[in-house]
């Protein structure tokens, strides 16, 4: 169990060293040009993006809940547990726009169509925006490894 909790642990590190500099690639792109070759990268960015928020969500709940780390009692008898789970959530309602945006650009794009960019900026903002909540879990869940945000004390 210490090897899967441990090897569990490090994917999820691993998609935060993905996640991070994607989303920030993502919303540089959606600043720029935006022609064909720059939506080709924004794509990748959104992809690797999406591949890590998926495996944080998947490793976070192991790790919480699937008896690898402290237990579930632990987390959430914390404070700080639910707030990063309400920032997760935050990142995830933020994310549906320019979910839904890019994969109609996607399709346009696959059929020879001129996808409707004029929203680019909108999605360039949110993207800094979850960037900038994905910082804000990072020290979340520090001071609540270290035991801080325990409820009842």
């Known amino acids: 169990m210490r090897v899967l909790g441990a090897v569990v642990a490090a994917l999820h590190y691993l998609a935060l060293g993905a996640g991070l500099p994607a989303i ?3 919303a540089r792109l959606l600043g720029g040009s935006l022609d ?3 939506l080709r990268r924004v794509f990748l960015s959104d992809t690797v993006w999406g591949i890590a928020a998926v495996s944080w969500l998947v490793t976070g709940a192991m790790r919480a809940f699937g008896g690898l780390e402290k237990g579930a009692g632990f987390y959430l008898g914390s404070w700080l547990f ?3 789970l309400g920032l997760v959530a935050l990142i ?5 726009v320019p979910m ?5 650009w996607r399709i346009a794009l696959s ?5 409707d960019l004029r929203k680019a900026p909108l999605y ?3 993207s800094f925006v979850q960037f900038a909540i994905v910082i804000a879990i990072v020290f979340v869940a520090a001071f609540m490894a270290r035991g ?3 409820m009842g004390r």
């Open 111 to 115: 059929h020879g169509q001129n996808p």
């Open 92 to 96: 995830l309602a933020l994310e549906i």
């Open 24 to 26: 920030w690639h993502r």
């Open 100 to 104: 839904a945006a890019l994969i109609r």
């Open 148 to 150: 801080f945000g325990r």
């Open 36 to 38: 064909r070759e720059c």
């Open 82 to 84: 639910h707030l990063k």
């Open 124 to 126: 360039r903002s949110l």
